[in-house]
């Protein structure tokens, strides 16, 4: 019913919409009728001969010329479905393989009046992996409408990311295998940006119609762009696959290329050896391994120098092609007039993206020479506690990293005890100061002195008589007891692990 709620105004003018697109129902069923001319384009080029056929002894020659007289420049467009536990802006689950529309509501149908709340987790993946490449990272970014129609984005636009990407400028490393000749490479990263996947269409065998299945629609990606870096094959086969180890450590995709959770389109030219202009540029989908892209973009280099080869480069034309496995060349997908106008602009449904800095306040505390886990209890724990019950940012309170690295010595050097320790910090958080200043003002240096300590552990036991005796008597639980009292006598001062080995001795004593 809501899919059929969701086409029901497309169904009144189709054809003003998407000329070779048609709705029609069947047995109370909604399917779209798509006579594709990318469709027909592949179809009428399986059908012709086509002007120049690559046999593989052709290839193997042609790769051997493009390594003196060509240059391939190849980039590549990576989406990295996310592993979190709902879609990117509703409640939603998505379990790869469930039955279609099982996991879909009013906000990943588009339907009217329903509004997107963000998850957070897609924010946090992003930044792992802007970190992870080597990216700058933008502390204000945003997301925008991608107008575009087709029959599985049922809002009509795509909600990404435009002019401010939450991340760019970045690198990946790698070294390539032996067999391929080894060596390294440095492959630039232009952005990272997020975004929602659209739904899915299923496309039935001998009939005229495509189902729709919308459990995918909504689900969060991350769109990695490469600069034009690569040169072979084997190098954005093997940069796919860094990318894949990369997702993976971090834990935010399985990255599985047969689930679609990692998806590559790649771009290929050439151009002569020397040439500083770009060819005109190819793209290649439906790459679903690292071995169809180390072929895929090796097959089409060679279709690219046989045309140049033959004085024939204006048969080389802006478009996509699909990669077909079991011919093992690519095909044309659909021609591209120009540069697409997406129209984009800001997505009026949701706030900025605005991350904070404080992992400096971190930073900044354990480079001046703090314990390193100390530092992130203290910061995750008290002081966090502190920030969320005050509604404070790590900016807006008065303790200094310096002060918390004195406060975390000070306690592990034994000057005060970690209970004082605790009331010092939450003074210093509110009123700033020096904990040096604050002990010797409020004499809280931590008694460590045997004799003191015994005297008063003496006085706590001969002003509790019948306590002792049931302890002497096997209630050994009332250690705690004794304890407590000689730190209120000590005004909480005493050394707490030198108290209770003066304490055990003395009430062992004498029973």
């Excluded at 391939?72 to 039955?99: D, M, R, W």
């Excluded at 490449?133 to 204000?140: A, E, F, H, I, M």
């Excluded at 070294?175 to 391929?180: A, G, M, N, Q, T």
Aim: overall charge neutral; aromatic content about 8%.
């Amino acid at each position: 019913m809501m899919a059929s709620t969701l086409f029901r105004t497309i169904q009144i003018h189709p054809f003003l919409l998407y000329p070779t697109t048609l709705f029609r129902r069947r047995n109370g069923a909604l399917y779209c009728t798509m006579k594709s001319t990318q469709t027909q384009t592949a179809t009428q080029e399986k059908q012709q001969p086509s002007k120049v056929k690559v046999s593989q002894h052709t290839q193997s020659k042609t790769l051997d010329k493009i390594k003196r007289d060509y240059e391939a420049v190849i980039g590549i467009e990576t989406h990295v479905q996310l592993s979190t536990l709902t879609k990117a802006f509703c409640s939603c689950p998505y379990n790869y393989g469930s039955q279609p529309n099982t996991s879909i509501c009013p906000i990943c149908m588009g339907l009217p009046g329903a509004l997107p709340v963000l998850n957070s987790k897609v924010i946090e993946f992003a930044v792992k992996l802007g970190l992870a490449l080597n990216c700058k990272l933008s502390l204000n970014s945003k997301f925008d409408r991608k107008q575009y129609f087709y029959p599985d984005l049922p809002k009509g636009y795509q909600i990404s990311q435009f002019d401010i990407p939450i991340a760019t400028g970045g690198y990946i490393d790698l070294d390539l295998p032996l067999e391929f000749g080894g060596g390294h490479r440095k492959f630039g990263i232009t952005r990272v940006h997020m975004e929602e996947d659209a739904g899915k269409l299923l496309h039935s065998g001998n009939e005229d119609y495509s189902q729709v299945d919308l459990n995918r629609a909504g689900v969060p990606l991350l769109e990695i762009v490469s600069e034009p870096d690569m040169r072979t094959g084997i190098e954005a086969a093997e940069y796919a696959a860094e990318l894949q180890r990369v997702v993976r450590y971090l834990g935010i995709s399985n990255g599985n290329m047969q689930e679609g959770s990692l998806r590559c389109d790649v771009n290929v030219s050439i151009r002569p050896v020397g040439q500083l202009e770009f060819g005109t540029k190819v793209e290649i989908k439906n790459l679903n391994s690292f071995s169809s892209i180390n072929r895929a973009i090796d097959f089409e280099i060679s279709r690219q120098v046989l045309f140049h080869s033959q004085g024939q480069s204006d048969q080389i034309v802006q478009e996509t092609r699909l990669w077909e496995e079991g011919a093992q060349k690519t095909v044309t997908m659909r021609k591209k007039e120009g540069l697409s106008d997406y129209r984009y602009f800001p997505e009026p449904d949701l706030p900025e993206v605005i991350l904070s800095q404080v992992a400096e306040y971190f930073d900044a505390t354990i480079s001046s020479g703090a314990d390193i886990k100390l530092a992130a209890n203290w910061i995750m724990g008290d002081i966090a506690a502190y920030m969320k019950n005050e509604k404070l940012s790590i900016n807006e309170i008065k303790l200094t990293p310096q002060e918390l690295v004195e406060l975390i010595a000070s306690i592990k050097g034994g000057t005060i005890s970690g209970k004082i320790g605790k009331e010092i910090l939450f003074e210093l958080l509110a009123k700033g100061g020096t904990v040096k200043g604050l002990i010797e003002e409020k004499d809280l240096v931590q008694i460590a002195d045997p004799i003191e300590i015994g005297k008063m552990v003496d006085k706590v036991l001969s002003e509790n008589p019948k306590q002792l005796g049931q302890y002497r008597g096997g209630k050994t639980k009332l250690q705690g007891f004794f304890a407590g009292q000689v730190m209120k006598l000590s005004k909480g001062k005493a050394n707490p692990g030198l108290l209770n080995k003066i304490l055990l001795e003395k009430l062992n004593a004498e029973s």
